[in-house]
């Protein structure tokens, strides 16, 4: 089990590393995309026309190949006041019922998404702004990171088991 979490984890490294080269092309796109508005190096092109399509596609990409990563990490956005004021074992509590709800959203979302992935493959729906592209093509990474999501609270949770009786430490503003 520890071997198929350490596998997991570098996954989810390798996705946030991907994640940091969206947001690398993201800002030279958007570098190259105000230069060329300003600076008329070819006469007829003004611009990137199609940069802010991409640019939300890439912002919705990083958000979704981050999320797991950052779980994992701890660094996610957590209120934690209840556990610091309840006693650990009550605290340890919480974390359970806590993790039982968000497994069962990520999974629900992961099953949801994972059909209307489906369905907009199966109708050949479109996505038309600037760029024609197939709708689906977003609409599938949903599902796939809300499965890592799910897989990594079955971590989660298994790492809660083998620790000690009180709330976790990670995600803590104040010590």
């Known amino acids: 089990m520890q071997r198929l979490e350490a596998t997991f984890g570098r996954l989810l490294d390798a996705l946030a590393l991907a994640a940091c080269a969206l947001i690398l092309g993201m800002t030279l796109m958007i570098c190259a995309d105000v230069f060329l508005r300003n600076v008329r190096i ?33 660094q996610h956005i957590r209120v934690d006041i209840v556990l610091r004021a309840v006693p650990p074992p009550v605290g340890w509590v919480f974390e359970w019922i806590v993790d ?44 796939l990171a809300f499965a890592a999501l799910t ?15 009180a709330p976790r430490d990670d995600a803590v503003s104040t010590g």
């Open 42 to 74: 070819i006469p007829a092109m003004v611009g990137l026309e199609w940069a802010n399509e991409i640019s939300e596609a890439m912002l919705f990409l990083v958000t979704l190949l981050t999320a797991p990563w950052l779980l994992r990490r701890g």
């Open 100 to 143: 039982t709800l968000a497994l069962g959203c990520c999974a629900l979302i992961a099953w949801y998404s994972a059909r209307a992935a489906w369905a907009s493959f199966a109708a050949g729906s479109l996505s038309i702004k600037t760029l024609i592209t197939p709708e689906w093509w977003l609409l599938s990474v949903l599902p």
């Open 151 to 165: 897989l990594e609270m079955l971590f989660r949770m298994r790492r809660l088991y083998l620790g000690p009786r």
